[in-house]
């Protein structure tokens, strides 16, 4: 199986800060990364699709980049709504996907 | 509007079953492979099963593989998962998504895969 890591676990950012989230693969996965938003109580919501292809209606402050291994989601300017917790997860084992262990960005 | 609506979460026993469903509306459904997705309570998201758009294909985790089984009725624009022998740590949120795809730029018959559209989820609780 391949294993999905992500770090930080937690950070706290200021609004208007720029935040980049960090997800590795345990194998290359070429550009087979989804980047996923959830807040609580809710369900995960699709951001970036193929590591860097925004989902329609996605704010362009987020951004998705890398290939192989190690992959990045980038907040340019986060915002009160960007408070959440963000996976990543692998599809280039579809369809036995598994996700990143989340990270969680609160309010500092 | 696109939308997924899970039901038939609850409280079982261990050993017990139950049957989630998830309808389906605003978009064909019959053209869609569908998952399972769930949350236990505070950790993260771990994908439980996938069934292809005609049914003919379906993948289980190794967590749930030979109590779980995943089924769809293209005609009533529905996706179920019948939960036996329920243990404690299946005690979760169930979510239903949808997968959709894209053709890889260059590679014509490999497929990003993502999904996009996701229920509310349905709470499943195993205790005594």
């Keep these: 199986d391949i294993q999905m890591t992500q770090s930080p676990s937690s950070l706290s950012a200021s609004v208007g800060d720029r935040v980049t989230i960090t997800c590795r693969a345990s194998q290359s996965i070429s550009s087979y990364l989804n980047w996923y938003q959830q807040k609580p109580g809710k369900a995960p919501k699709l951001l970036i699709y193929a590591a860097s292809s925004l989902q329609s209606g996605v704010p362009s402050r987020f951004s998705g980049s890398g290939s192989g291994t190690d992959f990045t989601l980038t907040i340019s300017s986060l915002q009160p709504e960007d408070f959440a917790t963000y996976y990543c997860q692998q599809s280039y084992s579809t369809p036995r996907i598994t996700f990143g262990p989340g990270t969680k960005v609160d309010i500092k | ?128």
Excluded: H
Excluded at chain 2, 46 to 74: H, L, M, P, Q
Excluded at chain 2, 88 to 99: G, N, Q
Excluded at chain 2, 111 to 119: A, F, I, P
């Design chain 2, 1 to 128: 509007e696109v939308q997924l609506v899970e039901s038939g979460g609850g409280l079982v026993q261990p050993g017990g079953s139950l049957r989630l469903s998830c309808a389906a509306s605003g978009f064909t459904f019959s053209s869609y492979e569908m998952n399972w997705v769930r949350q236990a309570p505070g950790k993260g998201l771990e994908w439980v099963s996938y069934i292809s758009s005609s049914g003919s294909t379906i993948y289980y985790a190794d967590s749930v593989k030979g109590r779980f089984t995943i089924s769809r009725d293209n005609a009533k624009n529905s996706l179920y998962l019948q939960m036996n022998s329920l243990r404690a740590e299946d005690t979760a949120v169930y979510y239903c998504a949808r997968d959709d795809i894209v053709v890889v730029p260059a590679a014509q018959d490999y497929y990003y895969y993502y999904m996009d559209v996701w229920g509310k989820g349905t709470t499943v609780t195993v205790s005594s």
